[in-house]
């Protein structure tokens, strides 16, 4: 693996039921990042984790779940899917989230369709 | 609240320059970043600010006053690889990243 990977690629998901979208990164990042990306919209903040053990709540966290049990994987989990879901999601990881030059790097995305 | 303001959609000719400004009001500064994001790809880091003035990178160049709340992206010498979307981010008071919508490059021939 080199960089963050990010599982599935695709999803199509009925209303209703539960997704865990898989983040993974090998460069032993402290922090991590899930972002959603629609159209005409920035990239919008979902959930935050700035070290393993702990997580933080973004701009649009309702609806989604995170854990941060290592310094490797970052899962985003939606409960209980709705179309307004549907979106291309992002992970993120950058070495520090409490610095000034604060690099992020991608994933290359997962894009969800919630029917 | 915060915001960031960049143009939607901007064309340009191959070989010339194209200049893309970005214009925030943040709570807070530690730092705006550019991205160049291809259609159907991720993100991927072109530049940082932090302090005001001019920072050059090849081709890319990005330009930075905090007090007037404004930078622009600088590409000269365009190529057809260069037609993508760029963004603007700022790194608030909290350290998070505030994005603006992108601004789509049309590259023409």
């Known amino acids: 693996i080199a960089g963050i990977t990010q599982a599935p690629t695709s999803q199509i998901l009925a209303a209703g039921r539960r997704m865990t979208l898989r983040c993974t990164q090998d460069m032993r990042h402290n922090a991590m990042y899930w972002y959603r990306q629609d159209l005409g919209l920035g990239l919008r903040l979902i959930h935050y984790?700035?070290?393993?053990?702990?997580?933080g709540k973004g701009e649009v966290p309702d609806g989604y779940s995170v854990s941060r049990a290592n310094t490797d994987d970052f899962p985003l989990t939606l409960a209980s899917a709705v179309p307004s879901q549907t979106s291309v999601y992002f992970c993120?990881?950058?070495?520090?989230?409490?610095?000034?030059?604060?690099?992020?790097?991608f994933g290359p995305g997962t894009r969800l369709t919630v029917l | 609240g915060q915001n960031i303001d960049q143009p939607t959609e901007m064309t340009a000719t191959e070989g010339a320059i194209v200049q893309i400004n970005c214009t925030y009001q943040?709570?807070?500064?530690?730092?705006l970043f550019w991205y160049q994001q291809h259609a159907g790809e991720a993100p991927t880091f072109l530049s940082y600010n932090v302090l005001d003035g001019l920072e050059e990178k090849g081709r890319f160049s990005s330009f930075l006053s905090r007090s007037k709340g404004y930078s622009y992206l600088l590409l000269k010498e365009l190529q057809m690889k260069d037609s993508a979307s760029y963004l603007c981010?700022?790194?608030?008071?909290?350290?998070?990243?505030?994005w603006g919508a992108g601004t789509k490059l049309i590259i023409k021939p």
């Open positions: 993120a990881s950058s070495d520090s989230s409490q610095s000034s030059y604060n690099e992020q790097f």
């Open positions: 984790s700035n070290t393993a053990g702990t997580t």
């Open positions: 981010a700022v790194l608030d008071s909290n350290y998070q990243l505030i």
């Open positions: 943040t709570s807070g500064f530690n730092g």
